[in-house]
Each structure stands twice: as C-alpha cells, then as structure tokens.
C-alpha cells in the first residue's frame, strides 16, 4: 500500500518554465489537496478536490491549476514559474469527500516536493 | 495577525524533561483541533485530536482551552526521537480551507 505518491522529490526550473507536480494515492479517497510550505508560515492550501471532476480554490490559488479526471491522481500544474514559488509541495488525501469538515478527518500526507524557481 | 499562532522555538531540552507548548487561535468558529508532527523535510503526520475535556496519549498530553481560544501540548518524559516541529491545526466548518495550521514549534531533545 504506497498511500500518497509525490513525483518529483526535487525540482529546479527558471522562471517562466511550466511543469506538473504529480499525486497519486491508492487508497480511494474522495478528499485530494495541494498545501504549500514555507519558512515561517504554516501550511497554506493552494486546491483541493472532493471527488472525481470537482475542484476549487484554497487559500492561494494564483499561479496554479489543478484537475481531477481520477479519484487516484491530482496533478498540480505551476503555468509560468516564478521565484515567489519555490517552497516545499505537499499533497495530502482524506476519505471523505464532500464530507471532509477537517473533524476528526486524519489527513495522509506525501512526502513533499521541494521545488526552486531561479 | 496569523489566525493560529505558534511560539516558533526552538525548545532546547535535556532527555528526561518535561515541556510544553502553546497554540493561539483567533476565530471563534474555529471547531476541532489537532497536532501534527513533522520531522525535518518530511511529511506533517498527525500525533493527536484535542477533546474538549482533554486527552493524553502515553507521554502526550493535549489540552484545549476555548474561553481564552488555546490548545497545549504537554510531552513527559522527553526522547531524543521526540525531536520534530510540533503543528497546530485548527479546523473551521465556516471555512472551504477546513484547516489551517500553525507555522509551528521546534523541539530539540538532547542527550
């Protein structure tokens, strides 16, 4: 049982590259979320998903998308890089979906991809 | 003003001792508390909920305060393995972000 696959551990692009940070989980949970992570801040949500087609924006949503065609995957897309980017990525899963109210809800986390923009 | 605050650290402490944090939180809708733990450039796992009567987990001690809007976590008995950054999390039903979480507070446990 892998839980939550992040691809790539590591990443380094210039700004104004595009690339797509992969998740991937196999534990069929309804619930997908992308976090970002930087230095003094807490975790902060970019998009989150609540089932196969439905997806919606976090806190910081600006410079990225998202789509989810599968319960499995949840792929991050950066369209134009920029340095304000570089942080460490985090995809994290639950099993409810609609009904994810961060009750009682244990988050799975991937390992994290730590990415730079120069 | 963060809407969950946290003491950043870091806690220096000896093995053996006892230590513990405190989390702020300003919205009072805010419902359902957690901590998570997070070990250097790793994934945030979550150590524990916070009950509103309090709730103890081997070493781990949580307390929830809602009248002056504050969470505890009391670590007896500290391990080297206890050596992580604690995360405050706090969970609001008003909001689509469901949870937000602290910045964190660093524990070094020396021998």
């Known amino acids: 049982n892998a839980g939550v696959t992040q691809t790539p551990k590591f990443q380094v692009l210039k700004t104004g590259q595009s690339m797509t940070l992969q998740c991937a989980q196999d534990?069929?949970?309804?619930?997908m979320s992308w976090y970002r992570q930087d230095p003094g801040m807490g975790l902060r949500l970019i998009h989150y998903?609540?089932?196969?087609?439905?997806?919606d924006q976090g806190e910081v949503p600006n410079g990225y998308n998202v789509s989810r065609s599968t319960t499995e995957d949840f792929p991050l897309r950066l369209l134009s890089a920029a340095p304000s980017q570089t942080s460490v990525y985090f995809c994290?899963?639950?099993?409810?979906?609609?009904?994810?109210?961060?009750?009682?809800?244990?988050?799975?986390f991937g390992s994290g991809t730590q990415l730079s923009v120069l | 003003r963060k809407e969950v605050e946290q003491d950043p650290g870091p806690f220096n402490v000896p093995e053996g001792a006892t230590v513990a944090f405190n989390c702020t939180y300003s919205?009072?809708?805010?419902?359902?508390f957690f901590w998570y733990r997070q070990d250097c450039r790793k994934e945030p796992k979550l150590l524990m909920s916070?009950?509103?009567s309090g709730n103890e987990d081997g070493r781990f001690t949580a307390q929830l305060n809602r009248a002056s809007q504050y969470i505890s976590l009391l670590i007896r008995d500290s391990k080297l393995s206890d050596s992580a950054t604690y995360l405050c999390?706090?969970?609001?039903?008003?909001?689509?972000?469901?949870?937000?979480f602290g910045s964190g507070t660093r524990l070094l446990v020396r021998p």
């Open positions: 994290a899963s639950s099993p409810q979906g609609a009904a994810f109210n961060g009750a009682n809800e244990k988050l799975f």
């Open positions: 534990m069929n949970h309804e619930y």
């Open positions: 998903s609540v089932g196969a087609g439905i997806t």
């Open positions: 919205n009072s809708a805010s419902q359902s």
């Open positions: 916070v009950y509103s």
């Open positions: 999390v706090v969970s609001r039903m008003d909001s689509s972000y469901k949870l937000i």
